[in-house]
């Protein structure tokens, strides 16, 4: 049965007991391919789809979701969501949203993502493994070579009278190559994000991954101290993305953010503006409507280093008294909905990170971070991270540095940034996609020897 025929059905039936309904439709093709020793070590193809449905019967809203679209799960969706709702909080509410005034059926990008074949997708990669192992003698082995592409489609239909639809698809190369020297081993990284696999530019990707890898052979420690620092732009993204949670008005609310009050104070550095852009072009997240039906909107988040607000779904929302920023989001149809961005962007600097660097009479120019699971708590905004990069003297980088700690807590670095470089990055895309440009922090604890 099509979703259109089985949404129908749903709300025909439903109606004889439930007075609101939403239903959500998520289809989701992904394909994974990883190269190692010149053959093919991964090759995955994932199918899903499947719809939810939400629900008021009673005092509470019901929810349910099923795989199959027939007459018989048409019924135990109804079922299920009236016989759930009856344990759900009828003061937590979610809202159901109104029809958008922007016209309903969009698509973000026509879908170039199967125009190479399966054989010419894994010949890309083993070519890429076989430049990159080419590059350099002291590159002796690669870590990660893979390939990996996506298309989701969503639909949402409510009672309200909702109806719409859109589409994604794009896909990413990652590679991670080993140099080794004598005894030391180090990794360098290079990612590379498309929308048509025909773009891929595997020397560009290479060459970024080779080149980091070997020159940070043969680091040691500094001495523990207070450093002026340049964090590269990858590094801040994946910073950024760690401690984002705490801009959640559901965390918010539950106590589990180091925001939590602090609308309308300064937070960073006048330099520091953070906005979402949920139409950027290259965005990975990109989307008019969140998995609720309410429209998307572009923030900034933070402007001059105030925080001016925070991310809600329908349900946090209605417990503020507001309507939803549009960032409810699920990770999939099987899942309840929560919070999430959608393309987060550090609003980037005049300046470029060369500059930067030439700037400092002595410092570190961090260029990867380890432990950010575990070292990095937005909660209470306090961060530990393993680290690596180079010694600055006299405006030069001078030698690799490893064995090193970065720590402090996320504010007190947002508020010590000092400048911010020309250079986005976009980095991986997941439970929203982050960009930012490298920044210049006055003073970061570094602990080392």
């Known amino acids: ?60 809203m019901g929810y349910s979701y099923t795989e199959k679209l027939d007459e018989e799960s048409a019924r135990m969706i109804i079922d299920e969501a009236i016989k759930n709702g009856e344990y759900t909080d009828s003061k937590e509410r979610a809202s159901f949203s109104r029809p958008l005034k922007h016209k309903d059926i969009w698509s973000q990008k026509e879908k170039n993502i199967n125009e190479l074949s399966v054989e010419e997708k894994i010949d890309l990669m083993t070519n890429l493994e076989k430049i990159a192992l080419s590059m350099d003698r002291r590159v002796s082995n690669l870590q990660v070579c893979s390939y990996e592409e996506f298309s989701i489609d969503r639909e949402i239909k409510n009672t309200n009278g909702v109806n719409l639809s859109d589409s994604m698809s794009g896909g990413y190369v990652h590679l991670s190559v080993l140099a080794k020297d004598g005894d030391d081993t180090r990794t360098g990284s290079s990612m590379f994000l498309f929308r048509d696999p025909k773009d891929i530019d595997i020397a560009k990707i290479a060459r970024e991954a080779v080149v980091e890898s070997v020159s940070l052979l043969n680091g040691r420690p500094v001495k523990s101290g207070k450093y002026k620092v340049v964090i590269k732009n990858r590094v801040f993204s994946e910073m950024l993305e760690g401690f984002m949670p705490a801009f959640s008005g559901e965390n918010v609310q539950e106590g589990l953010s180091f925001l939590i009050g602090r609308i309308g104070s300064v937070i960073g550095s006048e330099n520091l503006t953070i906005i979402e852009d949920p139409l950027l072009d290259s965005g990975f997240s990109t989307c008019r409507f969140d998995d609720e039906g309410f ?7 933070i402007e001059k280093g105030v925080l001016k607000e925070y991310l809600f779904n329908s349900r ?80 030069d980088i001078k030698r690799p540095v490893n064995g090193i700690t970065i720590s402090g807590n996320f504010i007190e670095m947002l508020s010590n940034i000092y400048d911010i470089s020309d250079d986005i990055y976009l980095g991986f895309p997941g439970k929203g996609h982050y960009g930012a440009p490298s920044i210049k922090i006055n003073m970061v604890d570094i602990s080392g020897y």
């Open 1 to 60: 049965m099509k979703f259109e025929d089985f949404s129908n059905l749903v709300f025909q039936e439903g109606k004889k007991e439930m007075h609101d309904m939403e239903i959500f439709y998520e289809s989701r093709r992904e394909v994974q391919i990883e190269i190692f020793n010149n053959q093919v070590d991964k090759y995955i193809v994932s199918d899903s789809s499947g719809v939810s449905l939400r629900g008021f019967a009673g005092k509470g």
């Open 295 to 301: 429209p998307t909107t572009y923030k900034r988040i």
């Open 316 to 395: 946090a929302a209605n417990k503020e008294g507001m309507v939803s920023t549009g960032n409810g989001f699920r990770d999939s149809y099987r899942a309840l909905v929560g919070t999430r961005p959608t393309n987060i962007i550090v609003s980037p600097g005049a300046i470029s990170r060369e500059r930067m660097i030439e700037s400092i009479e002595k410092g570190l120019y961090i260029t990867d971070v380890a432990g950010l699971h575990s070292g990095l708590n937005p909660v209470s905004g306090d961060f530990s991270l393993q680290a690596q990069g180079y010694l600055i003297k006299e405006g």
